[in-house]
């Protein structure tokens, strides 16, 4: 099960996802360049009826997935998806939300227009399909959504949504987190759980014409038996505490840390802590295959991302996004979509963390180290100067390559 947050700090903000999939399945982050803007947006063999404005994008995706399950667009747009369980059946035969991500992110310029598109696309298609990479998962999706406009919450069930704004550290796991604090819902669930005055207008949720009092819509839609099973609750409830101790400290290596972290305090279960982090033999047995954080700051956005399993075991390695391109700092990595390269690298750095899948802890005897290497490749980016010569791009991606090769190879 897999975990999305956001965090805003003073100066800028932070998006983070870790994606928990199955310990074989490989995941790339991929590098598409800006196209022609064209009326429907292709997605593998998928079409779907939304505008494809062509914007450049880093996804991050199981690679026998044409989707996205997290990424960031040339105009500072950030998705992560979670799956989570209704009551209201996804289809089996539906599109599969990361599909819907991959659009939102090619059409929006902004949180607000991804947010626009996606509560589009639940409405236009069914959504669902199998999401497994063995067996067989069906589920409805969530989503944060960031961007320098701000972040939402967007939660959906089959054709039914609601979202809210994000004003503070939030975050979202498999199950559903908005109570009676939706900002907008679709019509249908405004009638069975907020009716209003259908002669007035409804601009907010909060002010509508209220005939009744606004019900909760997890309470409405969830699944209670599936959100139990995923933990989803109590994930969430422990991400916030850390959220709430990195927002103090307010810099990307807390920002990296909440994604790395096990054994995180749940407050109402504290006897039960939680993997964010997750390992082999974790729930559902599914281990942290990939993590990305993005960082939002007045002058720059940087996007980090592991391309590993275990993002406690791995360094975090940066791409800047400068003035509309994505620009790599290290290129030992294919981010080819076409290509296998990243597959190559992914199962590498599985196979050579075999001695952490199922023992957490000796993660946390490196973690001095790893955040010592993690502070050089710091150190690195942050020299570099605005204009970005190609001299001293070269020294960086020199340096950055050194450093991972150098990690990588003592584990």
Excluded at 158 to 167: G, S
Excluded at 329 to 345: F, H, N, P
């Amino acid at each position: 099960m897999c975990d999305s947050y956001y965090m805003p700090v003073e100066g800028g903000a932070f998006f983070g996802k870790n994606s928990d999939r199955n310990p074989a399945e490989p995941q790339a982050l991929r590098i598409l360049q800006s196209r022609k803007p064209t009326a429907s947006v292709s997605v593998g063999p998928r079409i779907l009826e939304t505008a494809d404005e062509g914007h450049a994008m880093a996804i991050s995706c199981p690679t026998w997935m044409p989707g996205a399950e997290m990424g960031v667009n040339d105009a500072g747009v950030s998705i992560g998806n979670e799956a989570v369980f209704s009551r209201f059946k996804a289809a089996p035969d539906g599109v599969l939300g990361m599909d819907f991500v991959r659009a939102a992110l090619a059409g929006a310029s902004s949180a607000q227009a991804a947010l626009d598109i996606l509560i589009s696309l639940t409405e236009r298609y069914d959504q669902g399909g199998n999401g497994s990479y063995k067996g067989k998962l069906v589920y409805n999706n969530s989503y944060m959504i960031a961007g320098p406009d701000g972040a939402f919450i967007l939660e959906t069930a089959a054709k039914r949504w609601a979202w809210k704004a994000v004003e503070g550290p939030a975050s979202i796991s498999n199950s559903y987190s908005i109570a009676d604090d939706y900002k907008r819902l679709d019509a249908a669930t405004r009638k069975s759980i907020a009716p209003v005055n259908e002669r007035m207008a409804c601009l907010d949720e909060a002010d509508a014409g209220r005939l009744g009092e606004k019900a909760s819509w997890k309470t409405h839609v969830e699944d209670r038996f599936l959100s139990r099973f995923t933990a989803g609750d109590a994930r969430r409830r422990a991400l916030d505490v850390l959220l709430s101790a990195s927002v103090e400290a307010g810099n990307r290596a807390s920002a990296m840390a909440v994604l790395r972290a096990h054994a995180a305090i749940d407050p109402e279960k504290p006897s039960k802590p939680r993997n964010i982090c997750n390992h082999d033999g974790d729930i559902m047995g599914n281990p942290t295959t990939s993590s990305m954080v993005v960082e939002y700051s007045p002058s720059k956005v940087i996007l980090w991302f592991t391309g590993a399993s275990y993002s406690c075991s791995n360094l975090f390695k940066p791409v800047l996004l400068s003035k509309g391109t994505f620009i790599p700092l290290w290129t030992e990595y294919d981010y080819d979509e076409a290509s296998a390269g990243a597959d190559a690298y992914w199962k590498t750095r599985r196979e050579s963390l075999k001695h952490v899948w199922r023992k957490p802890h000796i993660a946390d005897e490196r973690a001095g180290a790893l955040a010592k290497a993690q502070a050089t490749i710091f150190e690195v980016v942050d020299s570099l100067s605005s204009a970005l010569s190609e001299q001293e791009l070269s020294e960086a991606r020199r340096s950055i390559g050194t450093i991972v090769a150098q990690w990588d190879g003592g584990l």
